[in-house]
């Protein structure tokens, strides 16, 4: 089979791979018919994250049963669901407190698409692909639900859903902060559209970028020209030193003054979702800052499945619009070409779906 391989900074290409088999009684096989970029994805072939090819590629997907284990009932061939971008059982603690980024039953940090630290278990953008705990792991999709508009709730959606939706249960109304740039960017679009869905307050969404500031105001939000000289970090960034303050700050930059920024506008006893990857061994925190209000930083890897469902069902009553985040539409055969534009959302879809 062909699946599309990062080789190494700007390239990408298909490569002859073994075609996965049923490894035991209690796994499907599926075909990938939509596969959405993550955000790491994107930094990946940019060479702005340190992975060392050559890996497949794609972790966020919507895929169709080809074949079946004999313990798997209740699934049958042609059917399609979403499937999160970690492997996760569903049955062992760990799932059932809904931290199914730690599954038990899986090898640490088991996951699509990100070769080396997720394991050998291929990627999205690939002919066949192998999924175990296929009870837990096949989520069924609304009817009448567009397949190529849900591709990215594998991952960045519920990154998204996590920094906003919990926090928003608790505070209805609450003003949200959320700071772009070019670390996470379709989650940062993400989370704003979900604030807009879940009634926030005011929604601003900070950036230098033109071209993301317009795509917040598209979902909703209040953009935010950063302005301001150009500060060091792991790309070109401008931030302002403090906004707000905000019961919710959401910082998506990966930039250490895109972070800081969003704790120093956390207001008192408020709360702080940093989902950008650093890669730094450390990390400059305005510790102090925090001290004197007294807030919550939360940073770690998300809990995809967990959010699926919820996120279908906010979809399916059409009070978001996931299509206000894609910013690049491929056919299959053109995604390597695709994925070396590294837009902020690439949907890539079979021709024949």
Request: aromatic content about 6%.
């Amino acid at each position: 089979m062909l699946e599309a391989t990062f080789v190494e900074r700007g390239v990408v290409e298909w490569r002859e791979a073994p075609e996965p088999t049923l490894k035991g009684p209690g796994e499907v096989l599926v075909r990938p018919l939509t596969v959405a970029t993550c955000d790491l994805d994107a930094a990946i072939v940019r060479g702005r994250a340190p992975f060392a090819g050559p890996f497949p590629l794609g972790h966020e997907f919507v895929a169709e049963v080809i074949d079946a284990g004999d313990d798997v009932t209740g699934v049958q061939a042609g059917e399609r669901y979403a499937i999160p971008f970690q492997i996760c059982c569903g049955i062992c603690v760990n799932c059932k407190r809904g931290l199914t980024d730690t599954c038990l039953s899986a090898p640490p940090r088991a996951m699509y698409g990100l070769g080396p630290v997720g394991g050998d278990w291929g990627g999205a953008l690939s002919d066949v692909v192998a999924v175990p705990f296929p009870d837990f792991m096949l989520v069924p999709l609304p009817a009448g639900i567009d397949i190529a508009s849900v591709a990215s709730i594998s991952d960045n959606m519920p990154d998204a859903w996590r920094t906003v939706a919990p926090l928003l249960s608790e505070q209805p109304g609450a003003d949200v902060l959320v700071v772009g740039g070019e670390g996470a960017r379709s989650i940062a679009l993400y989370a704003c559209a979900f604030a807009v869905a879940l009634g926030a307050g005011r929604i601003d969404y900070v950036d230098h970028d033109p071209a993301h500031l317009e795509l917040a105001r598209a979902v909703g939000a209040n953009a935010i020209e950063a302005d301001g000289p150009v500060q060091p970090g792991p790309y070109e960034a401008r931030f302002p030193r403090r906004l707000g303050p905000y019961a919710i700050t959401v910082d998506t930059s990966s930039h250490p003054d895109g972070l800081a920024l969003a704790i120093r506008s956390t207001a008192p006893g408020g709360t702080c979702t940093a989902v950008g990857i650093f890669y730094e061994e450390y990390t400059r925190v305005p510790l102090l800052e925090m001290y004197t209000v007294g807030l919550t930083l939360r940073h770690g890897r998300v809990a995809a499945r967990a959010a699926m469902p919820a996120i279908l069902e906010l979809i399916a009553a059409g009070r978001i619009d996931p299509d206000l985040v894609t910013t690049a539409r491929a056919s299959w055969n053109d995604a390597p070409d695709a994925l070396r534009e590294a837009p902020v959302k690439l949907i890539v879809t079979r021709d024949e779906v």
